[in-house]
């Protein structure tokens, strides 16, 4: 993999991040109290997108507590012969680094709580995005470090799909001038597909 570039600061105008902010408590607060089945319906949606890929690098989330537990799915990747890569949480300001996981490596604590597999950093062919929040024009609410937004930026030509609930929703998210829109998000009801954006 390719050194990071380096990469100026990303931020909102002040208007922008306070709505988001604002957003971010409702979203996280949703997040926390979904149904317990949720994520089963999540997984099974993912399976049916990515079973065409399994010959593919695919980087998964390791759940922090309150997230959409992925883990099963990293097993049903493995076992069915996909790559599957985790993101190391690299110093802010820079894009995520993707290692490559199996069951049987050893995980390291990083930063923010998370966890990386002890492996060989791995360009992903396709990048499952967290969400805390969504629309329907492909605009999604992360945690607002940037971190995604960065990495997809400098992994244009990976294929990112987004992964919610569908509590997740919201009527229209403000939009900053550094947020990457997806081209598809994936909830427990549907598989969401968009434009992509105009270049």
């Not at 399994?54 to 099963?72: G, S, T």
């Not at 097993?75 to 680094?97: D, F, I, K, S, Y």
């Not at 400098?154 to 900053?176: D, F, K, R, W």
Request: hydrophobic share 40%; glycine share 8%.
């Amino acid at each position: 993999m390719a050194a990071p570039h380096s990469t100026p600061p990303m931020g909102d105008p002040a208007e922008i991040a306070q709505q988001k902010a604002q957003a971010r408590k409702l979203c996280v607060q949703a997040l926390r109290t979904r149904a317990p089945d949720t994520d089963a319906g999540i997984l099974a949606q993912l399976q049916t997108l990515l079973a065409p890929s399994m010959h593919r690098a695919i980087a998964c989330v390791w759940p922090l507590p309150h997230e959409v537990d992925l883990r099963p799915l990293c097993h049903w990747l493995h076992e069915n012969g996909a790559q599957v890569l985790l993101p190391e949480t690299t110093p802010r300001g820079t894009p995520l680094v993707f290692r490559h996981w199996h069951p049987a490596c050893t995980m390291q604590e990083g930063r923010f709580g998370t966890h990386a597999p002890d492996g060989p950093a791995i360009a992903p062919d396709i990048i499952l995005v967290p969400l805390l929040g969504f629309d329907r024009a492909g605009n999604r609410l992360g945690y607002g470090g940037g971190y995604y937004d960065r990495t997809l930026a400098s992994l244009p030509a990976a294929q990112a799909i987004g992964y919610a609930p569908s509590t997740q929703e919201v009527a229209a998210l403000p939009s900053g001038p550094h947020d990457q829109k997806l081209p598809c998000i994936v909830t427990e009801r549907e598989i969401l597909r968009f434009d992509p954006p105009s270049s």
